[in-house]
Each structure stands twice: as C-alpha cells, then as structure tokens.
C-alpha cells in the first residue's frame, strides 16, 4: 500500500491530519531497528487498524478530567494535602438542580464540597453551548483581560502621556486550563471557529442566594469548548445556618457577540437566567 494511497484512506475515515502527524503514525507500523519504512507489504486493513488505535490511545491519554479535586491539586495557588483530601472525602456530584429555560447553554453544578473542619465550601459550575454546531462559548472575563479596552466614543484626557494609544476594538484571551499556550488578539482570530457564533457567559457566582460570604473564583475553558467555574468560600456563613439541606439560587447572563456591538449591549444585555440546585451539609 503506497502512502499517498494511506493518507487518502486516513482522512476519510478521520479527516484530514497534519503531515506530522501522518508520519508519525506510518512510523509507528514500521519494522526494523533502523526505523526504515517496512519493504514488507502489510495490509491496508491492519495498517489503518494500528492507526485507529493509536488514535484512540492518543486521546485517552491526553484526556482530562477538570473537576474539582484536579483544580485543588493543578490550579490552587498552595495545595493543602489535607484539605484536598477533606474535599475528596466531602464530595457531592451532580446535586439536585434544576436550570430555568434557555435557547443558549446548558449550565450545572458539577459539584459541590463542603469541609467543616476548614470552614470552606467549594462549588464548580461546568457551562456548554446548547448548540456547539453553530455557536461558540467564552467566559465574558476572557474578554479585555488587560483592562485596556475603550470605547470608540472615549475621550482621552488632556494631560494623556504622548505615547497613550486608544484600543477601541476587543481582545479576547484563550490558553489551555493548564496555561499552556495562553495568548490573545482580535476576537475572531483567537475563536476555534470564526465562521461560528460569538456566546460569552458572565455567570453571576458573587451574586448566589443565599450568599455564604464572599467568594473566590477561578474560570477557564477546557479543550472540548466548556466553561468552568470553580468558586471557593472561606470561612462560610451558610454551614451554620442550616442542618442538612438548603436550596440556593445562582443567577446569570448570556450574550451574542457580534463586532462593533454596543459596550451598553455587551455589558448590560443579553438574556438573563438561573439556576438553582440544592447544597447538602455533609459529603458522600
């Protein structure tokens, strides 16, 4: 089987690769320790079978589960073995909820943990596009990042250095949960797909009913296109005022990005909801 006749079959069956990637794989099927291209003729079948399992295997390997005891032990700033551990043991996944209706996203409390002994209840929120075929979601914080934003109609002030430069366009930040590949530009040139539609979700975690106290938060975007919220308080005042079971209320907002919309729309439209779900004093 000639390669050219194996890259064809390759992408039909999972699209088109990378050339690197093509020859990594042909070398993977190859014999000999001299790592020459096999003279001995091998079927099409069993080559594109070993291909597809390395596939496969690629993918488990690099697949990643962000929850919420990864993030105390990849993204928490001082990792507390013992109060990771108070997490894993004080657990709850996927706790009763319900979400008002919406045409947009999906949003669910993937967990919840409440450590008394720590005074700490962590909630993550996992947040996915109803839609993936046609839109795309972000986090409204990864929108101007830097603060360096203006509006088109700003006036810079007369006393302005010589070298202030007006940014009245939008920049968006993206990078991989683990920070790799941070980096950010022109909205559309930094989105996955730029023929998509622009979603941007400002979920309103500082504003959940009842409030335990002042929160913490963490956000980021994993390679699949969710948004996740991890949102930590200390020192919560929310254990002491019940004993089993209380039902809180996170509210949030959704916009439709579209260039040169307007800073009153982005920041004050869109459409609104709630989800509300149920947090339990007490884990597994």
């Known amino acids: ?113 409440m450590v008394p002994e720590k005074g700490t209840l962590t909630i993550a929120y996992r947040i996915t596009p109803k839609d993936p075929e046609h839109y795309e979601l972000h986090n409204m914080f990864a929108l101007d990042v830097d603060g360096s934003y ?34 950010h530009g022109p909205v559309a040139e930094m989105m996955d797909d730029s023929s998509k539609r622009l979603l941007l979700i400002d979920l309103e975690y500082d504003k959940l009913s009842p409030a335990p106290g002042r929160p913490s938060m963490d956000e980021f975007r994993t390679p699949e296109g969710e948004v996740i919220y991890m949102v930590e308080y200390t020192e919560y005042r929310l254990y002491n005022e019940f004993s089993e079971e209380v039902t809180c209320t996170v509210p949030y907002r959704v916009v439709e990005y579209t260039e040169g919309m307007d800073d009153k729309e982005l920041y004050q439209g869109g459409t609104t909801g709630q989800l509300t779900f149920s947090l339990h004093n007490g884990g597994k």
Do not use: C
Not at 20 to 28: G, I, K, M
Not at 151 to 163: G, L, M, N, Q, R
């Open 1 to 113: 089987m000639k390669e050219q006749e194996l890259r064809e079959r390759l992408t039909g069956l999972t699209g088109e690769i990378p050339a690197n990637t093509h020859y990594a794989f042909l070398s993977a099927v190859s014999l000999g320790k001299d790592g020459k291209i096999m003279k001995k003729r091998v079927s099409a079948g069993l080559v594109i079978a070993i291909i597809l399992l390395l596939i496969t295997a690629a993918a488990i390997a690099t697949g990643m589960l962000y929850d919420t005891k990864w993030w105390y032990e990849n993204r928490f700033a001082e990792t507390d073995p013992e109060m990771v551990q108070g997490v894993v043991d004080n657990l709850i996944e996927n706790p009763e909820q319900q979400q008002g209706e919406d045409s947009l996203v999906n949003i669910v409390v993937q967990e919840t943990a």
């Open 150 to 183: 203006m509006s088109k109609d700003y006036v810079p002030p007369e006393d302005a250095d010589e070298d202030w430069e007006e940014r009245n366009y939008h920049m968006l930040w993206v990078g991989m949960p683990d920070g790799e590949g941070n980096r």
